[in-house]
């Protein structure tokens, strides 16, 4: 069993003057409003096509999420350039933005996956964001161009004093050949990445548990529980704020649990997408208003 993390502060990153007051606003004057986060991605429509608004056709329309961001006070909406320059003027300082300026569809393989810039670090000030979120493919055959265009933006970052965020993804044939994207390997891997290159938080996925002989030892060998997973990658993240996804749609039940798992482990926040605005809207504000009720425990 690893030791409680305890997760990094705002004190700890060692962050210029304008990234430390943007990142205020999300961690203590908005969502939860006590140095954790509750974000709202609406990133789907890009990278997975509109097959994710289905299960609530409202969805499909960026202003149900919007409202849904401000009225059940998230810590901010993660969305791509055309979803903040045409819809977010309307709801400008009522919800922070952060600004994916990056991505790709997922219709070719993610054998050589790799997200072109789709905007940039100029792009999210003059929006008014309050950070920008960038997709990294460790382990990608692609990882060169990625680690180059990353380098560019985390330079813009610095130069503007805008938070970056990565999501960070092991993709490719060499990472299913040692054990799977999901596997803790990965996924500590990715984390462990994301802190070198310099990201202030590290958006995750949950490793799920193997004992594969394709990681890499001593992976195999250890056994970890879902607890210690998420500590073993939160550690392995350093002085970089650690987000969980939430993956596909589940139920309450599950939900709930993985969100105290993972703030018992040490993260900083959620970003929970499907799992809320696929849900019609009461739905969606129920289960938000319980996941805010447990975030409340954690204050930092």
């Not at 060499?174 to 802190?195: F, H, N, P």
């Not at 004992?211 to 002085?239: H, L, N």
Request: charged share 25%.
């Amino acid at each position: 069993m690893l030791t409680k993390v305890q997760r990094p502060t705002l004190d700890d990153l060692a962050l210029s003057a304008g990234k430390r007051a943007r990142l205020h606003r999300m961690l203590y004057e908005y969502g939860p409003a006590n140095g954790t986060l509750l974000l709202l991605p609406i990133d789907q429509g890009l990278e997975h096509g509109p097959v994710d608004f289905f299960d609530n056709p409202d969805s499909i329309d960026p202003e149900y999420e919007y409202q849904l961001a401000i009225d059940g006070n998230y810590s901010g909406i993660a969305l791509h350039f055309g979803l903040a320059k045409k819809y977010f003027y309307k709801h400008a300082g009522k919800v922070p933005l952060l600004l994916k300026i990056n991505g790709k569809t997922n219709i070719p393989s993610d054998d050589e996956a790799f997200s072109p810039l789709t905007g940039s670090v100029e792009d999210a000030v003059r929006l008014g964001a309050d950070a920008v979120g960038y997709t990294l493919y460790v382990g990608s055959p692609r990882q060169g161009d990625d680690i180059a265009q990353l380098t560019r933006v985390r330079e813009d970052c610095d130069r503007y004093g805008m938070p970056l965020v990565v999501w960070s993804y092991p993709r490719g044939k060499a990472v299913k050949e040692k054990g799977g994207q999901d596997s803790l390997y990965a996924i500590d891997y990715a984390a462990r990445v994301a802190c070198e290159l310099g990201a202030d938080i590290v958006k995750l996925n949950e490793p799920k548990l193997s004992d594969s002989d394709k990681q890499p030892k001593p992976y195999p060998t250890i056994q970890f529980s879902e607890a210690d997973a998420i500590r073993k990658v939160v550690t392995s993240a350093g002085r970089t704020l650690v987000l969980l996804s939430g993956g596909s749609k589940v139920g309450d039940e599950d939900l709930l649990r993985k969100t105290r798992a993972a703030m018992e482990a040490g993260v900083t926040g959620l970003i929970f997408g499907r799992n809320l605005w696929q849900r019609r809207r009461p739905d969606a504000l129920e289960i938000t208003n319980k996941i805010q009720q447990i975030l409340k425990d954690y204050s930092g």
